[in-house]
């Protein structure tokens, strides 16, 4: 079994920043991929960023260019660093690991962007 805990979720003002964090523990693999996911009020969850084990990642055009996914392998933990936030932001953001094609889910942090 493999655990997430994020953190970093918090109410920030239109244009603010925020960094979420995601650390896994557990029956870890180094063969992996990581990710972020919200979902808002009513709508269904979408991806966000995703980044393999090897560096390579995939954002959604939504947050290209405003977001930045990290991970740090020797910490098992993956980073989302929002900049440039938007009220359309607001959701609760999901960690994602998926390894030995089973996934994980973290159980989620708020984020939430006043106009």
């Known amino acids: 079994q493999v655990q997430l805990v994020e953190s970093g979720g918090g109410l920030v003002q239109t244009g603010g920043s925020l960094r979420l964090s995601c650390a896994a523990s557990?029956?870890?693999?180094?063969?992996?991929?990581m990710g972020w996911y919200r979902q808002a009020p009513g709508k269904q969850r979408e991806l966000v960023a995703t980044i393999a084990n090897t560096g390579i990642t995939n954002y959604a055009d939504s947050v290209k260019g405003r977001f930045t996914i990290s991970r740090d392998n020797e910490k098992n933990t993956v980073y989302l660093q929002m900049n440039s936030l938007k009220p359309e932001d607001t959701a609760v953001y999901y960690c994602?690991?998926?390894?030995?094609?089973?996934?994980?889910w973290g159980q989620g942090t708020q984020v939430t962007v006043s106009s």
């Open positions: 994602r690991r998926t390894q030995e094609r089973k996934d994980y």
């Open positions: 557990g029956r870890i693999f180094s063969i992996n991929a």
